[in-house]
C-alpha cells in the first residue's frame, strides 16, 4: 500500500448523520493535516494534529491519530450538504520537508 | 485573512512551450512548495523551497522543472519544454516556520498542454 491511503474511497451519506474517512501512512511524520477539496478547487486547510496528540476537535470535525498504527481518521458530525467534498489526509514525513497527500475519500452528504 | 494567491488561474499551452505559473506566498511565511493534480487524482508533492533554495524535491521534479524566487513576494514554477503529461492542476502552497505550522494552499492553476 502507499504513503496516505484512505478509505473509504467514497461514501455518500444522509444530511444529519456523521461520516469517517480514514487515513493509513507508512512513514514517520510530524504531524497529519486534512484538507477538503471541492471538486475543481483549491485546498482548504481543516485540522492538523502533531505526532504527540491522539485527538482533536474543531467544531464538527474530530480527529485522531494513532501513531503505532500508523493511521488517522477524521469524524465530521452532523453533515450538511456543503459537506459534499473530497477529503484528504496529508502527512509531513519526519526528516524531510516532504508532504504525503493521502488518495482521498470523495463524501457525498445527501439532503 | 491572508491567503497565497495564484496567477494565471488556467494556462493553456502547446507541447513544447515554455510556461511560468505564479504564486504569491502568505508574507511572513518561510517555506513555499509547488504541488500537482493530475484529473481525479491525488495531489504530488514536486518541491519545497526554503531559505532561498530548493530544500527537497520529488522524483517527478526534473530537469524540465525549476523554481525561483525572484524577488521579495513572488515563487515561480517553470516547465521549460511542457509535455502533454504536464497537464494537471499546479498549487503553491506556504507555512509560516515549524514543521508543525499549517500549509496554506493556494487556488491553483490548471495547465492544460495541447
Known amino acids: 500500500s502507499q504513503q496516505g491511503e484512505e478509505d473509504p474511497q467514497a461514501l455518500s451519506i444522509q444530511e444529519g448523520e456523521n461520516a469517517t474517512m480514514n487515513c493509513s501512512y507508512k512513514?514517520?511524520?510530524?504531524?497529519l493535516q486534512w484538507y477538503r477539496q471541492n471538486s475543481g478547487r483549491g485546498l482548504v486547510h481543516l485540522i492538523l494534529?502533531?505526532?504527540?496528540?491522539r485527538e482533536k476537535h474543531s467544531g464538527r470535525l474530530r480527529v485522531t491519530l494513532d501513531t503505532s498504527k500508523k493511521s488517522s481518521s477524521l469524524l465530521i458530525t452532523a453533515s450538511r450538504a456543503a459537506d459534499t467534498a473530497s477529503y484528504f489526509c496529508a502527512t509531513a514525513v519526519s526528516g524531510t520537508y516532504k508532504y504525503i497527500f493521502g488518495t482521498g475519500t470523495r463524501l457525498k452528504v445527501l439532503a | 485573512e491572508p491567503e497565497v494567491t495564484q496567477t494565471p488561474s488556467h494556462q493553456v499551452t502547446q507541447m513544447g512551450q515554455e510556461v511560468i505559473l505564479r504564486c504569491v506566498p502568505i508574507s511572513n511565511h518561510l517555506y513555499f512548495y509547488w504541488y500537482r493534480q493530475i484529473l481525479g487524482q491525488k495531489v504530488e508533492f514536486l518541491v519545497s523551497?526554503?531559505?532561498?533554495?530548493?530544500?527537497?524535491k520529488s522524483e517527478i521534479f526534473d530537469d524540465q522543472f525549476s523554481v525561483e524566487r525572484p524577488d521579495g513576494s513572488n515563487f515561480t514554477l517553470k516547465i521549460r519544454s511542457t509535455k502533454l503529461e504536464d497537464s494537471a492542476m499546479y498549487f503553491c502552497?506556504?507555512?509560516?516556520?515549524?514543521?508543525?505550522?499549517?500549509?496554506?494552499f493556494g487556488p491553483g492553476t490548471r495547465l492544460t498542454v495541447l
Open positions: 512513514t514517520s511524520i510530524n504531524n
Open positions: 502552497a506556504s507555512r509560516p516556520r515549524l514543521v508543525t505550522d499549517t500549509q496554506y
Open positions: 523551497f526554503y531559505n532561498n533554495e530548493i530544500s527537497e
Open positions: 494534529i502533531r505526532s504527540n496528540e
